[in-house]
C-alpha cells in the first residue's frame, strides 16, 4: 500500500490517465475530456508510404495525435483528417555498442523500454510516464526528472519527417536543421514526424532519498547539494498545498548496493485500486493535502528503496485515472522560470493560488538545462519548472475561473523573464504567447515556407498562428 500511494504523491508530472478518444463517431479528445473535437476522418497508418499518400493527397487541414495526453486541442481541429500514429509503431534500427536506436514515431516509450532492457539500455530523457507516443514528446519537446539534462531535443540525434507536399526530410541539428529545431517542440505545425534517432543511456541501480525543506531555503540547497552531484539520476521536489512554504525533495542516486526492488520494469497488470482511491482522498478536501504532509509522506518516506532505472522511468498513466471526469477532471499546467528567478516566482504563483482557491493537487519543481536552438523552446536558459497538478469542474464557470488565474500564472511568470508550457488549455492570450514565445516569429516564418496553405494545425495554431 505504502509504495503505491508514492506514485500518487511523487510524479505529479504528465499525471494524467488513458486519453478516451471516440474514434467510432470521429470524435478526438484528450485525457481532460473537457476538448471533445470532430474531425473529417481518423486513419492509422502503419508505414510512412501510407502517412505520404494522405498527406499528398488531402486538401483540408490535416492534425497528427499519439497518445492524446496534451489537454488543449493539440491534436486535432474541426474537419481534420486525423494522423492516429499509435499503430506506427515498429523498432527500425538498434546499436547496442553505440547505444542508439531508431523508431518509428508511433512507438511509447515502454516497448522501448521492454526491447532495450536486456541490454541493460535505458532512454536518456522522458517524461515521468511510459505510455506517450515518442513522436508526441517530441512534439511537445517533453522534459522529465534527469538531472544534468533538460527538454528531451537533448537526446535526439536524428528526425524524418514528410512535409506539407509529401517530401520525406531527414534532419539533424547539423543537416536541415531548421526543419529539426522547428518540428521538435512544433506541435504539429510543420508536418508529420516519422522515424526518431534517439541516444541511449545506461541503466544503473538508484537508491532514492529525500529531505524536507523550507521552500525558500530549497534553491540553495538544489544547488549546494543536488546540482553537480553526477551521482544524482532522477530529482524533483513536491510543494506541499496549501499553504506552499514546505517542500519535500526525492532523488535517486546511482549506486552500486543491492536492489531492494527485483522487477526491471513496472508491471502491466496492476489495478492502482489503492492509488486512485488514495488521490481521491488527497484532491477532496484540505484534510486530504494535511493527511498526505503530515501522516502520510513521513511513513511513507521512512526507506530508502534501491530500484533499477528503467523501473523508475516506466510509470503508467492508468494509476492516476480517477473513476469519471464528468463533473470534474484533472489537469496540469506548467511554468519555467530562469533559476535566479526562483524566489522571486513562487510567492506570487503561491499568492494567485490562495487568491483563487485552486484545487490544487501537487506543484513538483524540476530543473533543465538550456535548450539547444528549438524555436519554441520553452528553456531559453537554465530554468525551474513548476508542475501545477490541479482539479477542476467541468462546467462553463468552472472553466472561466481556471482561465483567469492561469492568465495571472502566465503574466507572473512573463514578468520574471519566464515562459509557460504549451501542452495544455489554452487560456494565454495572443499577446501573451507572443511574450513568452519570443521565437514564434521565426517559427510562423519557417511553416509559411515549409507549409504554405497551412495543411498541418490544430487548435493551438487555429489560435496563435497569425
Known sequence: MHKSYILIVMLALFCFGPAIAQDSLNIVNDVTQLNPITVSQIIAPTTTKQIVSAVKTHDGPISIGGGRYSMGGQTATERALHIDMRSFDSIVHFSETDKEITVQAGITWRKIQEFIDPYNLSVSIMQSYANFTVGGSLSVNVHGRYIGKGPVILSVKKIEVVLANGTIVTATPLQNKEVFYGAIGGYGGLGVITEVTLQLADNVKVERTDKLLAIKDYKEYFFDNIKN??????????????????????????TSKEVTITDRLKPLDEKYNVNKYAFKVISASSFGKWMRQYLLDPAL???????????????????????????????????????????SFYPLMATILK??????????????????????????????????????????????????????LIDASISCGGTYYLPYQLHATQ????????????????????????????????KYYP
Open 229 to 254: 552531484d553526477s551521482t544524482v539520476i532522477f530529482h524533483n521536489a513536491n510543494i506541499y498545498p496549501n499553504n506552499y512554504n514546505k517542500v519535500r525533495e526525492v532523488s535517486y542516486r546511482q
Open 431 to 462: 499577446v501573451q504567447f507572443a511574450q513568452a514565445y519570443p521565437d514564434s516569429p521565426l517559427f510562423f516564418e519557417l511553416k509559411k515556407k515549409l507549409d504554405p496553405t497551412n495543411k498541418f494545425t490544430n487548435k493551438l495554431w487555429d
Open 355 to 408: 487568491n483563487n482557491n485552486v484545487n490544487v493537487i501537487n506543484i513538483s519543481i524540476r530543473h533543465a538545462n538550456k535548450d539547444p536552438g528549438s524555436l519554441l523552446a520553452w528553456a531559453k536558459t537554465e530554468v525551474f519548472a513548476f508542475v501545477l497538478y490541479y482539479k477542476q469542474g467541468t462546467e462553463q464557470k468552472d472553466k472561466d475561473a481556471v482561465a483567469k488565474w492561469t492568465q495571472q
Open 301 to 343: 518516506y521512512a526507506g530508502n528503496p534501491v530500484e533499477w532505472r528503467n523501473y523508475e522511468a516506466s510509470y503508467d498513466v492508468l494509476e492516476l485515472e480517477p473513476e469519471s471526469r464528468i463533473k470534474s477532471t484533472y489537469v496540469l499546467q506548467e511554468y519555467f522560470v530562469p533559476v535566479g528567478q526562483f524566489d
